[in-house]
T-cell receptor
Framework: SQTIHQWPATLVQPVGSPLSLECTVEGTSNPNLYWYRQAAGRGLQLLFYSVGIGQISSEVPQNLSASRPQDRQFILSSKKLLLSDSGFYLC????????????FGDGTRLSIL | KQEVTQIPAALSVPEGENLVLNCSFTDSAIYNLQWFRQDPGKGLTSLLLIQSSQREQTSGRLNASLDKSSGRSTLYIAASQPGDSATYLCAVKRLWNYGGSQGNLIFGKGTKLSVKP
């Protein structure tokens, strides 16, 4: 069976500090990978998606970036965090194409001070 | 631009009651629709996925319907239990390329359900 792991579960960072959130998927190969953000009072917003190693598409212009150095590893990064980056970050995977459901990790709660 | 709306934002019912959660979307050209459950501070759990050619899907006490032409979906929960308390999210799949099958989900803000013992 497939599992998805995100870490850390919670993170408190000062404004202007760097960020690295990691997501890995086990039990599958060549999945589609996604980063979402859930901010207070707003729905889930897609930030990045990837259909393969090194292939990253951005949905929302911002000071975040994503990378996929390995098939089942997806990393969300920032060089300098802003207060507005606070939120709940969720990683998800799905089989490529078709009517395949997305499966989510447990999320990272990011608080910027 | 596709927008997904869920009404009500919050719902409180006594245990044992049957209930309906509503989801509407502005663009009927969806590939599929997915219902999720989110417990506080946790990720999302996929409940049901309805393909655009389907009218409904059932899993246990859950039944989801889809009316593409009117841009609506409902999630019916039978004989509700306190363990059903959670936020329920509806999402529609937007295709990245016309004629393809890959895409991403656009979410509503959810309905927070509380089932009282």
């Amino acid at each position: 069976s497939q599992t998805i792991h995100q870490w850390p579960a919670t993170l408190v960072q000062p404004v202007g500090s760097p960020l690295s959130l990691e997501c890995t998927v086990e039990g599958t190969s060549n999945p589609n990978l996604y980063w979402y953000r859930q901010a207070a009072g707003r729905g889930l917003q897609l930030l990045f998606y990837s259909v393969g190693i090194g292939q990253i598409s951005s949905e929302v212009p911002q000071n975040l970036s994503a990378s996929r150095p390995q098939d089942r590893q997806f990393i969300l990064s920032s060089k300098k965090l802003l207060l507005s980056d606070s939120g709940f970050y969720l990683c998800a995977w799905s089989w490529a194409g078709g009517n395949q459901p997305q499966h989510f990790g447990d999320g990272t709660r990011l608080s910027i001070l | 631009k596709q927008e997904v709306t869920q009404i009500p934002a919050a719902l409180s019912v006594p245990e044992g009651e049957n209930l309906v959660l509503n989801c509407s979307f502005t663009d009927s050209a969806i590939y599929n629709l997915q219902w999720f459950r989110q417990d506080p501070g946790k990720g999302l759990t996929s409940l049901l996925l309805i393909q655009s050619s389907q009218r409904e899907q059932t899993s246990g006490r859950l039944n989801a319907s889809l009316d593409k032409s009117s841009g609506r979906s409902t999630l019916y929960i039978a004989a509700s239990q306190p363990g059903d308390s959670a936020t329920y999210l509806c999402a529609v799949k937007r295709l990245w390329n016309y004629g393809g099958s890959q895409g991403n989900l656009i979410f509503g803000k959810g309905t927070k359900l509380s089932v009282k013992p």
